[in-house]
């Protein structure tokens, strides 16, 4: 059986999720490079006309923001004390 192809207001709202998981991350490296990963993804598959792939796409995107959640824990718990030449303002 073939998966529904998400709505546009679950796909934003994975979209926004991610980067506010994103947010979560003590270490400017971390958070911005999931930041950046988040946009560049959701770009390459904007143009997505397949219903099979935008679901693959939407269910793999659903997978990325489980683990972005674990390792935001883990990486809150290894939180470096010193903030990055990024950070200080």
């Avoid at 947010?23 to 946009?39: L, Q, V």
């Avoid at 143009?47 to 883990?74: M, Y």
């Amino acid at each position: 059986m073939m998966a529904p192809p998400p709505a546009r207001r679950e796909v934003l709202s994975l979209f926004r999720s991610l980067l506010r998981t994103a947010n979560g991350f003590s270490d400017y490296n971390i958070r911005e490079y999931a930041k950046r990963r988040t946009i560049d993804a959701f770009r390459q598959n904007s143009c997505l006309s397949d219903p099979t792939e935008a679901a693959a796409a939407f269910a793999d995107g659903r997978s990325q923001l489980a683990v972005a959640k674990r390792q935001a824990v883990v990486y809150s718990l290894y939180a470096p004390g010193v903030k990055n030449v990024m950070e200080i303002k």
